[in-house]
C-alpha cells in the first residue's frame, strides 16, 4: 500500500521557473512573468508550500519587468 503524501501545490510554478530560467540563460528578467505566477500560489499557499521559501510575496514582478526592459532599451540606444 502507498502512503498518501499531499503534494506541493506550488511545485509546478518552481518547476516552470527553473525552466524558463534555463531557457534563457539565467535571465531572470526575462522569467519574471513566471516568477509572479509563483509568487501569487505563494501568496494562496505559503502556510503548506515549501517552494515558497525564496519568494517575495511584497514584491511586483510584473512592474519590476516592465522597468528593467525600459532600462535595456534605453541602454541599448546609447
Known amino acids: 500500500m502507498s502512503k498518501s503524501k499531499s503534494k506541493d501545490p506550488c511545485k509546478i ?3 516552470r521557473i527553473q525552466t524558463c530560467l ?3 540563460d539565467f535571465d531572470e ?3 519574471y ?3 509572479d505566477d ?3 500560489c505563494c501568496l494562496k499557499w505559503h502556510k503548506v508550500s515549501l517552494c515558497c521559501s525564496g519568494i517575495q510575496l511584497d514584491r511586483d514582478y510584473k512592474a519590476e519587468k516592465v522597468t528593467a526592459e525600459q ?3 534605453n541602454q ?3
Open 76 to 78: 541599448s540606444k546609447k
Open 71 to 73: 532600462e535595456r532599451s
Open 29 to 31: 528578467v526575462k522569467c
Open 22 to 24: 534555463k531557457e534563457h
Open 38 to 40: 509563483m509568487r501569487q
Open 33 to 35: 512573468d513566471v516568477i
Open 13 to 15: 510554478a518552481a518547476c
